[in-house]
């Protein structure tokens, strides 16, 4: 009877523990891949102006110069986007999910440097080294965080390395600014 109660009282327990929703279900499905097919149109538009942040502005080529684009062959042939930051002139980091996420694997990252449109403009180079991290869940997007080695690329006025914090150097109290080739309004 003991027995029947602790288990009763675990099962009653667990069911009452907050349930985790995740942002996404697929990152390809609902988000890349409709983005890659709006953002290609956009740019593709005669009167496309280079907006595309919500609430944001357009911004200037080289003011950014560590944002990498990033265009995901899948395995089924659709085409995903994504982002990066390079890191080194071989190396850069992205989310892992923007390889593999549920039923959508990459084949081959062409990575845009240098550019304010993803589809046409800047240096393109091609890869298929994607290191996920080890404990990456795809549940939970626990460690969503993936190193990406590329052939070099070199650095120009366009084109550099994120600058991280060294030493005991922090950001702490600066602010941040989002940047992408996202969408400049909600819905659209």
Aim: hydrophobic share 45%.
């Amino acid at each position: 009877m003991r027995t029947i109660l602790v288990v009763l009282a675990l099962a009653v327990a667990a069911s009452a523990a907050p349930q985790y929703e995740p942002i996404f279900y697929d990152y390809h499905e609902e988000i890349g891949i409709p983005e890659a097919a709006r953002i290609k149109a956009g740019e593709e538009s005669v009167d496309f102006d280079g907006s595309r942040i919500v609430g944001g502005s357009p911004s200037n080529l080289g003011q950014w110069p560590h944002m990498v684009g990033s265009l995901i062959q899948l395995l089924d042939g659709r085409t995903s986007v994504c982002g990066a930051s390079m890191l080194s002139n071989t190396r850069a980091v992205t989310a892992a999910h923007c390889w593999r996420h549920r039923y959508n694997l990459g084949l081959e990252m062409t990575m845009v440097f240098g550019a304010v449109r993803l589809f046409f403009d800047g240096i393109r180079i091609s890869t298929n080294q994607v290191e996920l991290h080890s404990s990456y869940n795809e549940d939970n997007l626990n460690y969503d965080i993936a190193m990406i080695r590329m052939p070099f690329v070199p650095y120009s006025s366009t084109i550099d390395r994120v600058l991280l914090p060294a030493g005991s150097l922090s950001y702490v109290g600066f602010i941040a600014t989002a940047i992408g080739f996202g969408r400049t309004a909600d819905g659209k």
